[in-house]
Every structure is written in C-alpha cells, then in structure tokens.
C-alpha cells in the first residue's frame, strides 16, 4: 500500500524544546513507489526521524528528512510555534538526511567540512538518484570538527565523528544532558555504508563512549524510545560489539550465515537495542559488504 508522503508523520516530543519527525516503520506501506528506491527500502522501511530545538522564535533542525513534503511539514509546524528564524544543521551527506533542504535554501544550513566535500563528490547521484534530490541545496556555513550554537537561550555542540559516515555530525544539548547522534547509531544495527573504515569507526565510538551525556536520539530508531526520551548509554557498546563481530567475518566466514539475531546476539543482550525485523536486510548488505571489501584487499 501506499501513502502520500509525510502523511503518515508523527510529531514527538521527548523534551520540552526538542521536537522530533518521525516517519516510517510502518508494516505493508510504501511512501514513494513500489519499486526498489532508497527512500522505501532505506529511511521508510527503518523508520527516520529528523529534529529540532526550539526555544522562542529560534529553531535548529537536524536534518531536513526523507523529501521535500516532509521538509515542509516541519517548516509548516515551526512556523505555527511561532519560529521566526531556522538553521539546519546536516548530520552527514546521505539522501535521508539532505532530500528536503531546498525547503530551508533562505536559511543558513551549516555542515562540516567532510559533509561539504561529500556533497559536492556526490552531487550528481544525490540530484539523479530515485527519488531525485534536485535540487540539491549546499550547505552556506561550514565548520571543522566542533561548533557551538546558541538558539534563543539554548546552546547546543556539534562535534564531529567518524562513524557509520566519516563525516558525521552529532549534537550535544546541555540543557537535557542528550546527544543527537544522526547515523551514527541506529537500533537494530549500524548500517555500514564504509565497509574498509570500520576500525576508524571503532575508534570514534570508544572516543564517543567517553563523553559525558545521559541520554542518545538516534536518526533511526523506535518511535517510543524515542518520545520516552532516547537510548541510555549502551548504545553505543551495542553497537561497538557488533562492529566488532563484522570484522571477524573475514576470519570466521561461517558467521556470515547466521541470521541477524544470532549474529547480534550480544550486542541486544546489552538492553541498548532492540530486535527490528526490517534491519535483518542490513545485516545481510553489511555482511555482504564487509566480505566484499575484504576480498578487494586480498
């Protein structure tokens, strides 16, 4: 079945000035066509969610979602809170996270440097792909590694990881000790779109495990943990330990016919992640891509 797009958009609140746009996970729908697409078989499918802080006539939103309707629903929903002035901020390069920017274009929509050379390398897939991101609006602020922000009274940190993407951007907001961890983490698993840097990544996230912070809204997750106010800190070992486990297949080939239950067996005894049926496909790409990378090097 399919759905108009954004019509099935859910607007959470897990805090005070924090709201959050969330989309998908919904079983038998389709939001874009019925063939194969990144936006149904990717953000749809897992389920997206894009945000904002808001405090006063101000608003930050971290990302700018699945298409440009769901942009717009988030521009529409601010603008009634009475928001007067936006800036987005782009978690990373990937289609779910940059598909509604033209709807933000008079706003300033800051990236870091990494985020900004991806663009540009991959603006003609990005502006060609299905569905189209066309145009694809640049970001017009850049900045290196960290950044502070204020909106109305809030301040909020971006800060720069090299996980799941090298050119990752996450939020720290003080005022609800929370990271805003785009793509970094996902629940059920990482998706590996970078199968040759996964030890750069285990790196950041060991890096990412020590920082102080209470609590973690990941891009794609459970719609309640999400509105509960995100995921406790094993997240991130979750996800550690099943990073870990993919670099083992090389060794262990056997472990690639395990179903992704089995295979992240550990990682959802932490209690960080919960099983989700449609994320047994990622596990099957990133299996497959990691095997892959491992045979080009060989």
Known sequence: MSVQLGSTMKVL?????????????IPGVRAHSEGPNWLDDGAFTLGTASYAIVDG?????YDTHMSIAHAQIVRETLERLGVERMTVVLSHWHTDHV???AVFSDCEI?????????????????EGG??????????????????????GGLTVELRHLDIHSFDETVLYMPEHDVVFAGDTLEDTVTYVSEPDRLDAHLVDLERF???????????????????????????IEATRIYVEKLLQLEAHPDLAQQDLQTFAAEALATGGVEYFEAYEAVHQSNVKSVLEAGRKRA
Request: glycine residues 6%.
């Open 99 to 101: 598909a509604g920017n």
């Open 209 to 235: 495990a020590g920082w102080s912070f209470n609590k973690i809204l990941p891009n794609h997750g459970s719609v309640e943990r999400i509105q509960a106010g995100g995921y406790d800190r094993n997240f």
């Open 13 to 25: 609140r897990p805090y005070p000035n924090v709201l959050a746009f969330y989309d998908g996970r």
């Open 130 to 151: 299905d569905p189209p991101i066309n145009p694809l609006i640049m970001p017009n602020r850049i900045f290196e590694t960290e950044m502070t922000l204020q909106i």
């Open 110 to 126: 800051i990236a870091n440097t990494f985020t900004e050379q991806a663009l540009k390398a991959n603006r003609d897939a990005l």
């Open 57 to 61: 006539s101000e608003a930050l939103v």
